[in-house]
């Protein structure tokens, strides 16, 4: 009877090796601006809201009337949209 031939694995060959890379971790240009705008605009949207509720609305616009509460939400989702900006 005739033997079959046998067959050979080829050699494992690791991967070339990575060089490491290094990550800044300190942002560059308008990215850095992110983190404060983005903290500030939800603490003037707070501080808004609060102060309307404590003068008993005459304050920080009278004229709004209870359009300040949408003045002070509108803030806080600013924060929101400039929240997805930040990496």
Known sequence: MPKSRIRKKADFTPPPERTAQSINLRGSGPRRLVAPLMLAL??????????FYVT???FPVGALDNWNIVVGFGFIAAGFVVSTQWK
């Open 42 to 51: 939800f603490l003037i949207g707070l501080a808004w809201i609060v102060v």
């Open 56 to 58: 008993s609305g005459d």
